[in-house]
């Protein structure tokens, strides 16, 4: 098995005559929290949704655990745990069940009340889906993400809608979880959580990748005082 | 697959419009048509039956097509916009399993729906069970098969949960007259009977009721309804999209 967890070289994919992703490369080690971030339309969730099997490459290569993501999608969706940014369920399905349902997917399931308890859920178990606030079923998605103890978690707009107090929880949370072992992708075009938990970033604009490397690094090159000048100053450029 | 199944149930039973369509309606109908003298006097342009006998097998292509066009397309559409279904894709479990687990419940509830009808009609209202019992378990399969491939044609061709509802009801209600839910089949004049035929609530009906007076269904309303299920699930298999 080679070093990286994930592999993504040049990879393309059009929808019609929109280029999604032109070409974009990066490698993520294991263990490693990896950003991608980039505006709204960079490139960013088409990326992601062919690195997880829901889409399927025009040209390039892509290897998930030395796997390649369409042709092994089953066995790869039994270790990655995504978290998407549009994916819902049922109105009427509650918390609980939610969590249960998807214990059930998987082999060696987390337990669903710790789970809940990390992600502030304690004692919503009997909440349907529906009557969640906006935080709360960003929260529980985070959850189903998780609970099939995953070798990697994909993170799309990870703590988007979530107050500061629970963002901050979040981020310790993925903390955690990526000290127990699991590698990070997480997706954002919100610097300061790039900043505070990635060890490194790819920051792609129009279907490409312009600079990878560590937040300080960016930083440092781009001669600004944090991450987000350095990434407004690298994708105006080119705007 | 069963703790999908039974959460799927669980929902279904919690949304309430699949029972109360599905079960209590036709219910309802069986004892207002019951309690309704005229519809218990034998008469001779039905051959000796009486417009009860007549209603019994209608009723139970009614549940069919009730849960069929109605309650199933708009769960399933509705869970594809909802991005449930897109979801699902990114688990080991994947998104065909919602979609069996959905078609168990609706016939599960077509079996229990059905069972009470005619149970009933024979202990209330003294309508005599089907004489030819095989051909009649035949035919309701059949139907039911059919009418759930149209169902699933619907859920396919419908964008979103509300779209279904009406392109559901669209089709559900020129089916149900044609079944002969308003003017049964035997007094609808020739060119509407023949129309009527051509669709499975139709050759449902007229098979169901073939059985119920003892013989074995005509085998054009068993080719009829094995047409429209082979056809419409094909294209439904065809436009079918998880997003």
Known sequence: ?239 | MTTLTLIELRLFLREKAGPAFGVGLPLILLIIFGNLPFYRERRDDLGGLTLLDVYVPILIAFVLAMLALNVLPAVLAGYREKGVLRRLRTTPVGPARVLAAQLIITLLTAAVSVTTVLLTARLAYGVAFPRQPAGFVLTTVLAAVALTAVGLLVAAAAPGGRAANAIGSAVFYPMVFLGGLFLPIQTMPAVLRHVSQATPMGAAVTAMQDTTSGHWPHWLALITMVLWAGGAALAAAKLFRWE
């Open chain 1, 1 to 239: 098995m080679s070093a990286s967890v994930i592999e993504v070289e040049h990879l393309h994919k059009a929808y019609g005559t929109t280029v999604a992703v032109d070409d974009v490369s990066f490698t993520v080690g294991p263990g490693e929290i990896f950003g991608i971030l980039g505006r709204n339309g960079a490139g960013k969730t088409t990326t992601v949704e062919c690195l997880i099997g829901l889409r399927t490459p025009d040209r390039g290569r892509i290897r998930v655990l030395g796997r390649d993501p369409h042709r092994d999608h089953e066995e790869l969706t039994r270790r990655v745990g995504v978290q998407l940014q549009d994916g819902q369920l049922p109105d009427r399905l509650r918390v609980g069940e939610a969590m249960r349902l998807y214990q059930s997917f998987y082999p060696d399931p987390a337990d669903a009340k710790e789970l809940l308890a990390q992600l502030g859920l304690k004692g919503r178990e009997k909440t349907p889906y529906a009557k969640l606030s906006g935080g709360q079923k960003q929260r529980l998605s985070i959850a189903l993400a998780l609970i099939g103890r995953p070798r990697i978690a994909v993170l799309d707009e990870l703590t988007t809608g979530l107050d500061p107090h629970a963002r901050r929880d979040t981020w310790d949370l993925i903390s955690e979880v990526r000290d127990q072992g699991v590698t990070i992708l997480l997706v954002t075009h919100f610097m300061p959580e790039a900043e505070r938990l990635c060890d490194r970033v790819a920051v792609i604009h129009d279907g490409r990748v312009l600079v990878a490397g560590t937040p300080a690094e960016l930083t440092a090159n781009e001669g600004q005082p944090t991450l987000e000048d350095a990434f407004v100053t690298l994708t105006g450029r080119t705007a």
